[in-house]
């Protein structure tokens, strides 16, 4: 038997719920979000209590598209993962909690976790 795609996506989206319910960005420490589609992938640094975005990256942007061969692998993600990484120190951001958005720690989510590391965020 097989399982359909909005089964897959509401799974997704109670899981991401439940992580929510644990995990919040605050000033001090924004929620760095992750978001993954078959064809590309999305970062952001999200202040909670405002409701503002602080830094994004995403595959979908034209001058990191133009230098990668292909946007859904992990070698895209690390590009953004450091991408974002930079834009965050950039405003004055070096802490952050990881919001995985529900899909599992491997893989592309790993990555972009990997490269924000490696560019100086604390996670």
């Given at each position: 038997?097989?399982?359909?795609t909005k089964?897959?996506?509401?799974?997704?989206?109670?899981?991401?719920?439940r992580?929510?319910?644990?995990?919040?960005?605050s000033t001090?420490?924004?929620r760095?979000?992750?978001?993954?589609?078959?064809?590309h992938?999305t970062?952001?640094?999200?202040?909670?209590?405002?409701?503002r975005t602080?830094?994004?990256?995403?595959?979908?942007?034209?001058?990191?598209?133009?230098?990668?061969?292909?946007t859904?692998?992990?070698?895209?993600?690390?590009?953004v993962g450091?991408?974002?990484?930079?834009?965050?120190?950039?405003?004055?951001?070096t802490?952050v909690?990881f919001d995985?958005?529900g899909?599992l720690?491997?893989g592309r989510?790993?990555?972009?976790?990997?490269?924000?590391?490696?560019?100086g965020?604390?996670?």
């Amino acid at each position: 038997m097989s399982v359909s795609t909005k089964d897959k996506q509401v799974a997704r989206a109670r899981r991401h719920y439940r992580v929510r319910k644990k995990i919040s960005g605050s000033t001090a420490r924004p929620r760095l979000a992750v978001f993954r589609s078959n064809k590309h992938i999305t970062a952001q640094v999200i202040d909670d209590t405002t409701g503002r975005t602080i830094a994004a990256a995403s595959s979908v942007e034209k001058d990191l598209r133009s230098s990668l061969s292909h946007t859904g692998n992990k070698e895209a993600s690390t590009a953004v993962g450091r991408l974002v990484a930079e834009r965050a120190k950039a405003v004055g951001v070096t802490k952050v909690t990881f919001d995985r958005g529900g899909f599992l720690y491997h893989g592309r989510v790993a990555a972009v976790a990997d490269a924000a590391r490696e560019a100086g965020l604390e996670l």
